[in-house]
């Protein structure tokens, strides 16, 4: 009987899964669809490794685009400029690089009137510079603004002049190129190609601006010219607050919540090195569950289980078997394959047969009789 108290005690200590470190993880789960599923990821296992922090995604109020502040300087310029003022005006537009600066940010109106009314004030003054803000505008390929009409016929002249010229120029090829690689745009248009890719361009200087999800957009002025090197940046991770807006521009009502790169951004979103995205659809009085797994951003396991009964056993079922095919967390081998198990049975073993040999053993009777 000891033999097999032995056994029982080797197949009660034997764990059903542990971390490849031996350690607690942290797990950050979010759950859409189903609050009790939500409640049901709180209850971890105590034979799981795990420690779970329930995360929400980000919502559609994180995309909202934040309106740029209406820059006073070009109200005062306009101003001055109807005035008569030239020199102030141009005092207040004299810098290029809220232009550059605009353009990098895709506001092509905002720089556009800056940049004409800078014009408006150097033909004022009757500064040669004034042909060579036009012939900016030209290559930028702006619009003339709604308010053309309060400057001078001699304003609408120059640019003219510029945009003709531009227009007949012969174009030039620029190499672009990136890490990672991004979508490019060009002076604050929508992106037109993606890295490493080749775009005709007017001669001349361009605000050239990347961008890729879960990083942070970057621009710069890239001259077009014959023979150019290939310009290339490298760009800066994303913050989470970024990362966030971006997942929720890209995937809020848009479904593809699990797909690898909804995965990417959101595990940056919500600071998570692991993360586990359930999805809940409740069919009668079961619930389909969907899950995926990323590790570092990167899709590691995808499941999916029909819950009949418990959501709390459905739901642990579901991420245990995601942790082990992510490979989170080892599977604990079969107790027939440990050898703490053999030992324990040859042990039980020998205990029988020594107390059976005990019990068994006759070793003869000895009778003295004495008087």
Known sequence: MRGVAVVVALVAFAPPARAQDDERLALTVIVEGDAAVARAARQVPEALPVDVTLAAPPTGEDAAPRAPAHDPRIAAAREAYVNAEFDRCLELLRDDAPVHAELGQG????????????????????????????????????????????????????LGVALDAAAAAPRVSVALTSTPPARVAVDGRAPGCQT???????????????????????????????????????????????????????????????????????????????????????????????????????????GERLVDGSLEAGTWELLRDLLVEGGVVERAAPVVESPWFWIGIAAGVVLAGTVTAVLLTDYGTRTTVGF
């Open 107 to 158: 506001r092509r109106r905002a720089a556009a009137r800056w940049l004409f009314w800078r014009i408006a004030c150097r033909v004022g003054l009757a500064d040669p510079s004034a042909a060579e803000d036009a012939a900016r505008f030209a290559t930028f390929g702006m619009d003339l603004p709604a308010d053309v009409a309060a400057a001078s016929p001699e304003v609408e002249r120059a």
């Open 196 to 302: 490493p890719c080749t775009l005709d361009l007017a001669a001349g200087d361009h605000v050239v601006t990347w961008s890729a999800p879960g990083f942070e957009p970057s621009w710069r002025l890239v001259r077009a010219a014959a023979d150019a090197p290939v310009t290339t940046v490298a760009l800066a991770e994303a913050t989470p607050e970024l990362a966030a807006r971006q997942w929720a521009a890209r995937f809020v009502g848009r479904g593809e919540h699990d797909s690898t790169a909804s995965m990417e951004l959101l595990s940056r979103a919500v600071r998570a090195r692991r993360l586990a995205l359930v999805r809940v659809e409740r069919e009668g009085p079961r619930a389909r569950l969907r899950a995926v797994l990323s590790l570092d951003g990167a899709v590691a396991a995808r």
